[in-house]
């Protein structure tokens, strides 16, 4: 693709990296096929190939309207047109920096900016929303169906093991899930240390920094990053192998850091140093097999499993097929979902901010889901667990629990 950057852009960082992906893009349109709002709206411009079209647009200098925010806010950035891409189009990237040019010049209404003012104070707050879950739970049926629906049942996260091994790695706390669902980095630390390495819990948890980022308050995502940088570097130097991230949402950010600090001379290192010890819990798991496997109660009765792959595992980590390959060999069967590329609708924010986009895409994700009648559908991310959960009767958790159940039967059972 020809490009001729406006002298506004053209010298800059983030110019540079959008001329070089742009001219990478060779218009083939193979992209549209595999994006979720396209296959809803069959528009165009609600398209990979369409939105990078309206980016170079803004970028060359063109007039920007409200359309064109528009047609990028809907976009889930779930990056499955970066997966079919023969290219290799970081469109992900591209649409970051498209999305803060347009915001720049656009700007919000005043309603749209106190939305996502108010999605960022709560959200960034473990204690103001965790307080907030509370109070929802108990005024729940008092509430409307839609929001009611939106607030899962409370839990007990369960016993976090006192740290006893030579062996160490961090368990990153987000900034939702340990008021919605704490089993789920409990169990990770459980599995962990069954394996002989000690989960390490940092004070100052929260936020990985994607939800400002992608909602373009890049001061407030910089200033996120570095704050976990600081807590989490010194322990690389004290012998913590990893940083276990349970949320894949998360955790393809944090794996980002190094590029989103690339231009920070004080934190580029440590940032990409940071990028490089984060890991999902599959990638610890499929390491640590051989070590695992003695630990599976076989003997249990497989339960009917169907997993849901989040596109910040499959297309934003590349990781595929991994989780599917331990629910297998954990003795569980494994069905089939119809359209598992897809999205499930949730995408951070998404599901607020286009409530309309969202429910079409849960609606259709379930049915995909639910068709071949499981147990329990799986999957890696908070998000898109507690997005699928208010809209089906079906168990929804966390693969990891799942392992964690066996291994912990396992015990008992030898005990």
């Not at 809907?74 to 915001?103: F, H, K, M, W």
């Not at 890696?380 to 089906?392: K, Q, V, W, Y």
Request: proline share 5%; aromatic share 4%.
């Amino acid at each position: 693709m020809q490009t001729n950057l406006s002298a506004e852009y053209r010298d800059t960082r983030e110019g540079r990296e959008a001329d070089a992906i742009l001219r990478s893009c060779v218009h083939c349109g193979f992209c549209t096929a595999t994006c979720p709002t396209y296959q809803l709206l069959g528009d165009e411009l609600d398209g990979p190939r369409g939105r990078i079209y309206l980016i170079k647009e803004v970028l060359e200098g063109a007039p920007v309207t409200a359309a064109t925010q528009m047609h990028l806010d809907r976009c889930l950035t779930c990056r499955n047109c970066e997966t079919t891409c023969p290219s290799g189009v970081q469109y992900g990237r591209l649409l970051d920096i498209g999305r803060a040019a347009v915001e720049a010049k656009v700007g919000r209404t005043s309603a749209e900016a106190a939305q996502r003012w108010a999605l960022r104070r709560a959200l960034l707050s473990p204690a103001l929303f965790g307080t907030a879950v509370t109070m929802g739970r108990w005024v729940k049926g008092l509430l409307p169906r839609e929001l009611a629906e939106r607030i899962p049942g409370g839990e007990r996260g369960g016993a976090w093991p006192a740290p006893r091994h030579a062996r160490k790695m961090i368990v990153a706390e987000g900034c939702v899930q340990p008021a919605l669902k704490p089993g789920i980095d409990a169990a990770t630390a459980r599995v962990l240390d069954r394996i002989g390495i000690s989960p390490v819990r940092v004070a100052g948890g929260g936020c990985c920094g994607a939800l400002s980022h992608h909602l373009n308050a890049e001061d407030e995502a910089r200033a996120i990053v570095r704050r976990n940088i600081d807590a989490w570097h010194p322990l690389l130097h004290r012998g913590v192998e990893a940083i276990v991230v349970t949320a894949s949402g998360c955790g393809v950010m944090v794996k980002d850091y190094g590029h989103f600090l690339a231009g920070d001379a004080a934190y580029a290192v440590k940032a990409k140093q940071v990028a490089d010890a984060a890991r999902d819990p599959i990638e610890i798991v499929t390491a640590e097999w051989k070590r695992i496997a003695p630990l599976i109660a076989m003997d249990q009765g497989p339960q009917r499993v169907v997993f849901h792959s989040p596109c910040t595992l499959q297309h934003g980590m590349k990781i595929r097929g991994q989780v599917e390959e331990i629910l297998l060999a954990i003795g569980h069967s494994l069905l089939p979902a119809a359209d598992s590329h897809l999205c499930c609708g949730s995408a951070g924010t998404y599901s607020v901010l286009q409530p309309a986009l969202s429910g079409l895409l849960k609606a259709n994700k379930l049915k995909a889901l639910e068709a071949p009648r499981p147990d329990v559908i799986a999957t890696a991310n908070i998000g898109c667990l507690t997005h699928l959960e208010s809209g089906t009767r079906t168990p929804v958790r966390h693969w990891i629990e799942l392992l964690d159940a066996r291994m912990l039967n396992a015990q008992v059972s030898r005990s």
